[in-house]
């Protein structure tokens, strides 16, 4: 999945709400409490517009389980779902304009992130060229290659009887807009945990990665 950079580190940097200790309160209550559904919320903070199979298979759950998990994810305004060609893909609230939705739900599925960088690699390959790189069955690049063009992710171009592919410049265009809504989504998150009492404390900042730890009370 694309990775969040320089400018996501920057956008976190910085104090998690406080809440004050001691302070009187009523239980506290959160979706993310349950351990199963913070799982699910975590695989599509790192891969957003994934299929439900592909957040199954990763996360270890059954289909139903996780179809549900999504559903109470959903109505607590924590993810959202578009439909893509007959088909659902959930993503964190906020964290993927619209527009570049099609082009995650793409670098989501599996192989296509893999042709995509191999394409960038070996710029004006072939797809029998692509196939020769990987281990992987030559329909599965075919189709991984029609639906990154599809996507505005690569570009064909005839040369003589080849057809050659190269990158376009849309993943480069989807992560600038990442970085752009991922402050504001940061910001929110942090501020939606402090409310729900669940004392939200970034941990890691090393890299491009984002960690965050929640306390519970009672635990």
């Known amino acids: 999945m694309p990775k969040i950079g320089g400018a996501l580190k920057r956008a976190v940097e910085i104090r998690s709400p406080e809440v004050t200790r001691g302070q009187a309160r009523?239980?506290?209550?959160?979706?993310?409490?349950?351990?199963?559904?913070?799982?699910?919320?975590?695989?599509?903070?790192?891969?957003?517009?994934?299929?439900?199979?592909a957040i199954a298979l990763k996360s270890g759950m059954s289909r139903?389980?996780?179809?549900?998990?999504?559903?109470?994810?959903?109505?607590?305004?924590?993810?959202?779902?578009?439909?893509?060609?007959?088909?659902?893909?959930?993503?964190?609230?906020?964290?993927?304009?619209?527009?570049?939705?099609?082009?995650?739900?793409?670098?989501?599925?599996?192989?296509?992130?893999e042709i995509y960088f191999a394409v960038t690699e070996h710029t004006g390959s072939e797809a029998g060229e692509l196939n020769t790189l990987m281990p992987i069955g030559q329909n599965i690049v075919k189709t991984s290659l029609r639906d990154l063009g599809i996507a505005g992710l690569i570009t064909k171009v005839m040369d003589g009887r080849h057809v050659r592919y190269f990158p376009s410049g849309g993943y480069e265009e989807i992560l600038s807009a990442l970085r752009q809504t991922s402050k504001d989504f940061i910001r929110t998150l942090l501020k939606r945990m402090a409310e729900e009492h669940l004392e939200?404390?970034?941990?890691?900042?090393?890299?491009?990665?984002?960690?965050?730890?929640?306390?519970?009370?009672?635990?």
């Not at 009523?26 to 919320?41: A, H, T």
């Not at 939200?200 to 635990?219: A, T, Y």
């Open 64 to 113: 139903s389980s996780v179809s549900w998990h999504l559903v109470m994810l959903i109505k607590a305004g924590y993810a959202e779902t578009f439909r893509l060609e007959g088909t659902n893909v959930y993503s964190p609230s906020g964290l993927v304009p619209r527009r570049n939705v099609q082009a995650f739900a793409v670098l989501a599925r599996r192989h296509r992130l």
């Open 200 to 219: 939200p404390e970034i941990i890691n900042l090393k890299g491009v990665n984002l960690e965050i730890e929640l306390r519970f009370l009672g635990r």
């Open 26 to 53: 009523s239980r506290p209550s959160s979706v993310l409490m349950n351990d199963n559904r913070r799982k699910i919320y975590r695989y599509i903070c790192l891969h957003p517009c994934s299929r439900i199979d």
